[in-house]
């Protein structure tokens, strides 16, 4: 069965919201959302097919775009490639131009809305930024909440606890306070015993990748309304993240880090190789910083993961 090759718009607004469509009741995955795109024809590179379906659809022409997330879905009759962009300019005013039903819709609402298996790792896509913070593990208390204080206030809005070095009890009372400071703001990941799960309702949870290779013959141990994550560090490691149904990864190290010296970069070419059919968004962690999110993106990453690049000094 050959694969459909499809070009998909995640159409962002200055204010953030995200423009869907309803697909037809007489088409495949009839009254379904998704994002507006179509077919790339033979030959066709997928930008022009992208610029030459939104004005189609939309009546809008992209002036801004860059590569998002790439899914390949099998579907019973059909077998999918999405390759899907971010359009943030644009000329024109959207419609559906095909009579198809549109909606505005803010990134944390796009869960409420009803779309094919093969969007999801998009919809999570969208819902993410290209920054996730994650913090340095040899700093008092105090000196963390300042941090992250200050980085929310810089724009972070992914951004994971790390305290190895606490004990438990202090690391449970410093997620409680910096989940108060997340609240409306950003996403706070926290890590440890999935025991605590259910004390810290509005966060998400970032495994190691000893608890993925651990936990995956349980199958996904959060709901889906709940962020996922887990450390890659491998095309086995990755594999290991898709069974357990993850919504994104870290994938390092990228570049020699000195923390971890012992361990064998990646390099960007591995990477990018790596990427190639995760059907899930990554982050791109070790050695690298907010200059390197453009890279990352061309690689086929969400963006970059850092601890002392994203962190205030």
Request: charged share 20%; aromatic share 8%; hydrophobic share 45%.
């Amino acid at each position: 069965m050959k694969r459909l090759h499809v070009a998909a718009a995640v159409i962002r607004a200055e204010d953030g919201r995200v423009l869907i469509a309803r697909r037809p009741e007489d088409k495949h995955q009839g009254g379904l959302w998704e994002f507006p795109g179509g077919k790339v024809e033979a030959g066709e590179a997928v930008q022009v097919a992208l610029a030459r379906e939104l004005e189609e659809e939309l009546g809008i022409r992209p002036t801004a775009a860059r590569p998002l997330i790439q899914v390949h879905h099998d579907y019973p009759d059909k077998e999918v490639l999405l390759d899907v962009w971010e359009v943030t300019a644009f000329s024109g005013e959207p419609y559906g131009a095909e009579g198809q039903p549109l909606a505005w819709v803010g990134p944390r609402q796009l869960g409420d809305y009803a779309f094919p298996a093969a969007n999801r790792p998009i919809v999570a896509a969208a819902r993410l930024p290209g920054r996730y913070l994650i913090t340095p593990d040899d700093l008092p208390a105090p000196a963390l909440l300042r941090g992250v204080q200050a980085a929310l206030d810089g724009g972070i809005r992914l951004l994971q606890l790390r305290a190895p070095g606490m004990f438990d009890a202090q690391y449970r009372d410093l997620a409680v306070d910096i989940q108060g400071l997340c609240a409306g703001r950003a996403q706070l990941m926290l890590k440890g015993p999935l025991e605590w799960l259910g004390d810290f309702p509005a966060a998400g949870w970032h495994l190691t990748s000893a608890q993925l290779r651990e936990l995956v013959g349980g199958g996904r141990p959060l709901p889906a309304e709940r962020w996922l994550a887990a450390s890659c560090h491998s095309a086995e490691e990755l594999a290991l993240a898709t069974q357990m149904g993850v919504d994104f990864v870290t994938l390092s190290p990228v570049q020699p880090t000195a923390s971890h010296p012992q361990a064998p970069a990646l390099g960007w070419s591995l990477a990018r190789e790596l990427l190639q059919g995760f059907n899930r968004p990554a982050y791109l962690l070790g050695g690298l910083g907010p200059g390197d999110v453009e890279q990352a993106w061309q690689v086929g990453a969400q963006g970059v993961a850092g601890i002392r690049a994203f962190w205030s000094r």
